[in-house]
């Protein structure tokens, strides 16, 4: 019986790697999408979240099982229960990251390519590395690493409000650009806020080792 659970809770670990994976590609195609001014890629992002949420489904059905079906021990019903708290913060990221490829859908339909998104690629680098290492943690049972995610979160916060000043400057100097800039601006709040969801990834996998919360979770 225990290695049946054992296989299952590998499945588990598989698919939320899986998951991870979808997740770091949908921010990443948006990103680029903006950076090359392409449409058609920006609109390969939706796709990409309605597999996040197929996931989710099926990975709640997964830890539902292992909880009804079988009599897991207090550190495995920790590991399950974190699990369903991480689809549920991936979900999300999955519909952030489709938000900005529609905004990006918008401006190109609208003629609009920003001619400087550096900003946009490091923040959407940031994000996918917490993303990628959040995810990694929970397989790997890896608290260090777990409270990495955790501290680099300020360095996306700071980044983002590097980004802000920035457009605020470019909205003062030019009012005509302001509803570009805006959309800008919400594009970063968009992966300043996935940094925060890999934040709490981060936070349920130290809760799945230690029983312990690291801080509030969102």
């Not at 499945?11 to 195609?29: D, H, K």
């Not at 948006?30 to 449409?39: I, T």
């Not at 900003?119 to 260090?144: G, P």
């Amino acid at each position: 019986m225990r290695i049946r659970f054992d296989e299952q809770l590998a499945r588990l670990n598989t698919e939320l790697i899986q998951m991870g994976a979808l997740c770091e590609q949908a921010i990443s195609q948006a990103a680029k999408a903006l950076e090359e001014g392409d449409r058609a890629l920006a609109e390969q992002v939706r796709p990409l979240e309605s597999e996040i949420d197929q996931m989710e489904r099926d990975i709640e059905t997964l830890c539902l099982k292992l909880l009804l079906q079988q009599q897991p021990v207090a550190r495995d019903l920790r590991q399950i229960s974190a699990a369903m708290k991480i689809i549920t913060d991936m979900e999300r990221i999955g519909d952030q990251a489709a938000d900005i490829a529609e905004i990006i859908q918008a401006m190109l339909a609208q003629g609009y390519v920003p001619e400087d998104v550096g900003h946009i690629r490091e923040m959407a680098s940031e994000v996918i590395q917490m993303v990628t290492q959040s995810v990694d943690s929970y397989v790997r049972k890896d608290t260090l690493c777990a409270r990495r995610v955790i501290a680099h979160d300020d360095v996306v916060d700071k980044c983002f409000d590097r980004v802000k000043q920035v457009l605020i400057q470019e909205i003062a100097a030019d009012p005509a650009c302001g509803e570009h800039a805006l959309d800008l601006l919400m594009i970063d709040k968009y992966l300043e806020r996935i940094g925060d969801h890999a934040g709490n990834i981060a936070k349920w996998v130290i809760f799945a080792v230690t029983g312990g919360h690291e801080g509030e979770t969102l």
